[in-house]
């Protein structure tokens, strides 16, 4: 199975930008679509943004669309998300996770995705 972990977290202030990195190991990331999912305190986890295993299908969350941008270099097991004029109400943690190619796709349901990252923290100060 794949292991997930993202890096890239961290305090910025509103307006500012964040690119979060999820590195695989165990197996190639090829053999996975990829989705952001992101959890505030006292909410439920939600999905941001998906990307299909080649790269060249993605999917946005309404709340984000035209200031994250996700993509991947398989050749380095290797998702992004770039992340422009953040804003307060993007404080979460945010996750990342795969889903095997063979499940359909555009996937959003957290109970679609079969791997999980640990999370990594992003606040944003307003």
């Known amino acids: 199975q794949v292991q997930l972990v993202e890096s890239g977290g961290g305090l910025v202030q509103a307006g500012d930008s964040l690119r979060l990195s999820c590195a695989a190991s165990g197996r190639t990331i090829s053999r996975y679509h990829i989705g952001w999912f992101r959890q505030a305190p006292g909410k439920e986890r939600e999905f941001v943004v998906g990307?299909?295993?080649?790269?060249?299908?993605?999917f946005y969350a309404d709340s984000v669309k035209g200031r994250f941008t996700i993509s991947r270099d398989n050749a380095k097991n290797t998702v992004y998300l770039q992340m422009n004029s953040l804003k307060a109400e993007d404080t979460a943690v945010y996750y990342c996770?795969?889903?095997?190619?063979?499940?359909?796709?555009?996937?959003?349901?957290?109970?679609?995705?079969?791997?999980w990252g640990q999370g990594t923290q992003v606040t944003v100060s307003s």
């Open positions: 990307i299909n295993w080649s790269g060249d299908s993605t």
């Open positions: 996770a795969a889903m095997r190619v063979s499940r359909s796709w555009p996937a959003t349901g957290v109970y679609e995705f079969d791997y």
